[in-house]
């Protein structure tokens, strides 16, 4: 393994349902609700699921596929 390996906290879609629209999602809010492994470690967005409402999206990396289907609910995507 690299020594400089970063090692991320994974979320899926899937368990962004529980947020209201219009919620903004940071590692912070991430942590309160109980979805992070390591609280220390940066976050990584996943595409696993649906999301049906606009959320705004501030994390430290994101896939593709998770970008495209926030976005088409309206949300937006900010890499931190």
Do not use: M, W, Y
Not at 3 to 22: I, K, S
Not at 28 to 40: D, G, R, S, V
């Amino acid at each position: 393994t690299p020594p400089n390996q970063v090692t991320f906290n994974e979320v899926n879609l899937d368990q962004l349902a529980r947020f209201e629209a219009g919620a903004e999602i940071t590692p912070q809010t991430l942590a309160e609700a109980n979805l992070l492994a390591k609280p220390a470690h940066p976050v990584v967005i996943l595409g696993r699921g649906e999301v049906s409402v606009a959320l705004k999206v501030r994390v430290q990396r994101i896939t593709k596929g998770a970008r495209a289907k926030i976005e088409a609910a309206g949300g937006s995507v900010e890499i931190i």
